[in-house]
């Protein structure tokens, strides 16, 4: 039995009810349609909303933690020995947060091949001056290409250029929050003081708007080498090693390693944003749960198309088995009916989610918080594409099992009888 | 000697249960030969059509034993009885059944299709010479749908023989002709088992039919009276 036989049967049967067929497919595009499109949409705001904190935050942080000595010196005394010795408020002696050869150990992490890259940062808590008044601020010294290419920096500069504050020298991106309660304008001299008291003037060159006002209101950056001079500590000065990882999930396990190995503190970025992961995690499953609804549903549809096209063509399947087809071929023939519905209006359907996701995208969508963010988010993952054509083909298979089950098991002499 | 028997039925018994026991068929036990032209008679409800589709092998629900071609049908799968009725059988019902979905030509062709013996063109060219025999080449493409009842008969009877049945089995085939088209399918069948040595057992209450027929073979009450 050639096969080619029994598709022009299938196809024959088809096009004798072309229009609930074209119905049963039409169902399946515009299921298939809107699960891409949904999944798109929403990955592509998780992964907004998540790279507004993934992308900027090292996936590990070495810090030195100001903390007292667990070595007190009664401890070392031989006399208290045998005692349990009980100190109160004890107060760390040593305020430096200062990481020691930091160069010999950003030259290691740049070796190990689980790092994708390394960038130091230092911060120093000063006062803007305006007016009379002092505004409370930080001011995060950056290496501002590192900052840019590891941590997207760059992406949330809602005014000026960053590569400034490498070529500028005094300069500052303040955040969008100070810069409106100073009314500082591009190009404008702002004053800053110190926690020791001294004054700096600093030209500003840009703004920064991270989508979270508070920390707009506190937060700015300028170069490493200004910010050492604000601290006046010498110029080999780290406090901040941060660390951008190849694997994300990686990174505790990777903190506990780098903790034990440098002896610094190490933060790991699911430890310091835990809720963020849950969230899109809760949106993915119900966006699923959705796209597969639709999904089945038009599996239904299949279903009912078959079942009715299998009562409407029992003579056709009588006689067929009445000359010598067997209920084998009589399987065939219905199950390429179902799958070629299904792989049709999959195959479409992925196509006009496809065209629905570039619609989405083109809609204008305008978030203060997210200067780089012109129209609504899509994420075109070609695995929601998969997905979709596997599962409908998974599907309809399955919704055109039963009914050529049904139709391989029709028998002729009731049929013929019948009549 | 063996070879010559086209058809053989064993003590075939067959009974409904539904709604009462009803015994349809009582030990029908008869040979046919190659080449003989044999016709069933008997009242409405004696179990002619039971019968027949019993021998087509369609219906497997009976106890005896059935041979087609000095093969038995015992024990085989759905599958394989599907197999001997496109190559051994040739069916005709009362009511024509053509596939409507399909031209004349292609019906004729479908069990061809299925057998898988000949390339696509010497098969049409197979259905175009049977529908010439049976004068409806013209109605070759066109939908089956749109043909009369006679000339529906008549592509039917071409398909039961597209494949060079040993045996084709009839029910009332002349059932919905005139006698004009009833004489002329009653030739047809008469040339076929005199110079194509093929068998040919046709159920009818056609009673001038049956009579110009070799055989005669009347059930009553499920009963063979008469060989
Ligand atoms: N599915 C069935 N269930 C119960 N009884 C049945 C069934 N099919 C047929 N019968 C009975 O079997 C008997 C024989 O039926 P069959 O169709 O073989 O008769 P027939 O000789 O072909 O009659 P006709 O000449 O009217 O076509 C009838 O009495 C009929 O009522
Ligand atoms: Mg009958």
Known sequence: ?419 | MKEKIALEARSINKSFYKPVRIDVLKDITFQLNKGEYASIIGRSGSGKSTLLYILSTMDTDYSGELFIDGITTKGKTDKELAAIRNEKIGFVFQFHYLLPEFSAIKNVMLPGFKLNKLSHEELEQNAYKLLETLGVEKLANKMAYKLSGGEKQRVAIARAMINDPIIIMCDEPTGNLDRKNANIVFNIFKELTETHNKTLLVVTHDLSFARKTRRIIELDDGRIISI
Do not use: C
């Open chain 1, 1 to 419: 039995m050639r096969q080619k036989y029994l598709i022009e049967i299938a196809n024959a049967l088809m096009l004798a009810r072309w229009k609930q067929t074209l119905v049963a497919a039409i169902g399946v595009m515009f299921s298939i349609s809107l699960f891409v499109t949904l999944l798109g949409f929403m990955e592509g705001l998780n992964k907004l909303l998540d790279g507004m904190v993934i992308n900027r935050t090292p996936h590990i942080r070495l810090y030195n933690d100001i903390q007292p000595s667990p070595v007190q010196p009664i401890d070392l005394s031989k006399n208290y020995k045998e005692y349990y010795n009980i100190v109160r408020s004890i107060k760390p002696a040593n305020t430096r947060k200062e990481i020691y050869n930091f160069q010999e150990i950003i030259s290691r992490l740049r070796n190990d091949n689980r790092v994708e890259g390394v960038a130091s940062k230092i911060t120093a808590q000063v006062f803007y001056n305006f007016g009379n008044i002092d505004l409370n601020g930080i001011i995060n010294g950056i290496e501002v290409e590192k900052e840019v290419k590891l941590f997207a920096f760059g992406d949330y500069i809602s005014a000026g250029k960053f590569l400034d504050l490498e070529t500028v020298s005094n300069s500052i991106i303040l955040g969008q929050g100070a810069a409106d309660v100073m009314k500082a304008n591009l190009g404008d001299i702002i004053s800053v003081t110190t926690t020791e008291g001294e004054q700096f003037s600093l030209k500003v060159v840009g703004f920064f708007q991270s989508g979270m006002a508070e920390i707009d209101k506190v937060q700015s950056y300028a170069s490493i080498k200004t910010t050492r001079r604000l601290l006046g500590v010498k110029n080999t000065y780290v406090s901040d090693i941060q660390i951008k990882l190849e694997d994300l999930d990686s990174a505790p396990k990777l903190a506990l390693e780098y903790e034990k190995f440098f002896k610094l503190n190490a933060e790991d970025i699911q430890t310091a944003n835990a809720q963020f992961e849950t969230g899109s995690g809760v949106r993915s499953i119900i966006s699923y749960a959705v796209g597969i609804t639709l999904l089945i549903v038009s599996g239904f549809g299949i279903y009912n198309i078959l079942n009715m096209l299998i009562y409407e063509k029992m003579d056709t399947i009588a006689i067929l088995k009445a000359t010598g087809f067997a209920g084998s071929d009589v399987k065939k023939i219905f199950i390429f009916i179902s799958m070629s519905i299904g792989i049709s209006g999959a195959v479409l359907g992925a196509f006009l989610g496809f065209l629905m996701s570039l619609g989405i995208d083109a809609i204008p969508f305008s978030a203060p918080s997210l200067p780089k963010v012109n129209t609504y988010p899509i994420d075109y993952g070609i695995e929601y594409y998969i997905i979709a054509i596997i599962f409908a083909i998974a599907m309809t298979f399955l919704a055109g099992w039963m009914p050529a089950k049904k139709a391989s098991n029709v028998d002729p002499v009731i049929i013929i009888r019948g009549k």
